[in-house]
């Protein structure tokens, strides 16, 4: 009677384990399908006026929270009720050239144009694209990976006054970090930059390579 027990409290044990490996797998699954969500800072100016972002045309609304497999170009990186200084990103791989072609805008390092325009600006013997990221001078961000609290400032501007950038870059806000620590109406709760499950995410794709 006692070999009948042991045996079947073997066979409960094993069911028991092959369905906590099942299960922690499903799990891990899951958690590296959940989508990022974190917020940058930026600004674009004209012979230093700014450019304004609050109309509605730039604003995605706030949608119920999904995850799936379907995702579009203003889904991974947009901004929110009416604020032009703010960027919610929320997909892997996005860069800035994503955000600003997905609002009607395109640059590199020589030109910029506007779709609402219907023109675009060249560097010539006055003015130029110039750049600042996270505080320092670089070519061209367009194909540049966003990254949590980056903090761009994209420039036309006067060769002559090229050391008032700094000026420029001060009116750049720098709020991305308060999104990043609070509710989110347009993500998913669990998705927050700092939220347990979001921090759970990194440690598992970290684990992976």
């Not at 384990?17 to 004209?46: D, E, R």
């Not at 694209?129 to 994209?154: A, H, Q, T």
């Not at 060769?159 to 620590?181: G, I, K, M, P």
């Not at 709760?189 to 700092?194: A, D, K, L, S």
């Amino acid at each position: 009677m006692n070999m009948v027990k042991n045996k079947y409290f073997k066979i409960v044990v094993w069911i028991l384990c092959l369905l906590i490996v099942y299960w922690t797998g499903y799990i891990i699954s899951w958690m590296n399908s959940i989508p990022p969500h974190f917020h940058t800072n930026f600004a674009l100016f004209i012979w230093g006026e700014k450019f304004e972002f609050t109309a509605d045309e730039y604003s995605e609304d706030v949608a119920a929270c999904s995850i799936g497999s379907e995702v579009f170009p203003k889904n991974r990186v947009h901004l929110h009720e009416n604020n032009g200084d703010t960027i919610h990103v929320h997909h892997d791989g996005v860069t800035w050239g994503h955000f600003f072609a997905n609002n009607g805008i395109t640059f590199s390092n020589t030109h910029i144009s506007f779709k609402n325009w219907k023109r675009v600006l060249f560097n010539d013997e006055k003015n130029s694209m110039k750049f600042i990221l996270n505080g320092k001078i670089i070519d061209d961000p367009y194909n540049r990976y966003m990254m949590s609290e980056d903090k761009l400032l994209v420039s036309y501007w006067p060769e002559e006054a090229s050391e008032a950038l700094s000026d420029l870059y001060s009116q750049v806000v720098s709020n991305a970090w308060e999104y990043n620590n609070k509710y989110d109406p347009g993500s998913c709760w669990w998705t927050n930059e700092n939220s347990t499950l979001y921090l759970l995410r990194k440690m598992l794709h970290l684990s992976h390579h």
